[in-house]
C-alpha cells in the first residue's frame, strides 16, 4: 500500500510541479485521480507544489479590444457569471466576473476578495486586461492556496480569450502571500474596519446610503459573509489616472461584511498589489488616497 500512495504521490508531484517559468500549467480533470485515496492534509500539500517557486507572475493578462457587450458575451460562455460593470475610468470600463470555484474558495473566512476577477476594457488605448487568478489566487488565499483551482481559472480564461499577453506588471510568486510595499506597510490581513453592526443592518446602511447611488453589487458567499462592490467618491477614484489606466480594473473597491464587521482592504496594500511597478515616487503621489478610502466607507456605514 505504502508503495502504491509513493507511484501515485509520485505522478501527483510530476504532473503539478512540471510548470516552467514561461508557461502556466493547464489542469486536466484525469491528473485527479486516486486522490480520493488520500487525506486532505496529505491533497492538499501536494495541490500548493506549483513549480512556479522562484518565478515571477504577470498581474494581468492583456488581449486585443473588444466592446463590453462581446466580452460580457464570452465570459459567459465560458462558464462565468457577470456580476456587474462599472465605469472605472472615462473610456474604460469594469466587467466584475466569477464562477462557483471562486465563490467556493472566497466563501473560507478571511478570504472574501477573491470572489470576484476583473476585466477591464480600455476604449481609449483599444484593449482589454484580465487579473490573472494564479496571481491574486496566491496573494489573496494565502497559505490556503489550491493551484489546481486557480490554475484551472487560468485556463478557462486562456481559453476563452485565445492570444492573451503577459502584463509588464508581474511579481514574484514565492513572495505574493507576504506582500507588502515596504517595511511598516499593511498586509493583506491588516484591513480597514469601516463599520459594524449585524451582517442584516450593514447591508441595509449599504443599500441606503445616498438612496443607493454608490452600491453596485453584493455577492453573498456565505451564511455570514457578503462581498459588496461599491463606488468611491469621484475624487477618491481619480488615482487611477495619475497612476495608469490600464490598471482601472481595480475599480470598483470591494468591502466584505462578515460576522458583524464591514472592512475594506487596506488601501496601501491593495494598490500596491494592483499596481506592483509603482515605485516610491508614485506612492507619494497618491499618498492620500488610503485615507480618502477609508473616509468614503466610513460614511456609508455611520
Known sequence: MK???????????????????N???PYNPQDAVGVAAFTKKEVAKEVTKTGLEGTKINTYLVGEYMDVKTAEDTLKAA????????????????IVFTDAALKAEAAKPSRSNIAVMRLFVD???????????????KAFMQEEYNHVIFNAELEKINQAFPGLSRSKDAWDFDGL???????????????????????????????????????????????????VGYALSKRTSKFVKKIGRANAGILPYCFTIENGQATALSAKYYIAISYPLLDMNGFMGIM???????????KVFK
Open 79 to 94: 462558464g462565468f457569471e457577470v456580476v456587474a460593470n462599472y465605469k472605472s475610468v472615462k473610456k474604460g470600463t469594469t
Open 3 to 21: 508503495k502504491l500512495i509513493a507511484v501515485v504521490l509520485s505522478v501527483m508531484i510530476a504532473t503539478v510541479v512540471s510548470v516552467s517559468a
Open 23 to 25: 508557461e502556466f500549467l
Open 288 to 298: 492620500t488616497i488610503p485615507g480618502a478610502v477609508i473616509k468614503d466607507y466610513e
Open 177 to 227: 502571500a507576504s506582500y507588502h510595499f515596504m517595511i511598516s506597510m499593511p498586509y493583506y490581513k491588516d484591513v480597514d474596519i469601516v463599520g459594524k453592526g449585524t451582517n442584516e443592518e450593514l447591508l441595509a446602511k449599504v443599500k441606503s446610503h445616498k438612496k443607493g447611488k454608490g452600491f453596485i453589487f453584493e455577492l453573498k458567499l456565505s451564511e455570514t459573509s457578503t462581498l
Open 123 to 137: 476604449e481609449q488605448e483599444k484593449m482589454i486586461s484580465i487579473t490573472n487568478p494564479v496571481y491574486f489566487g
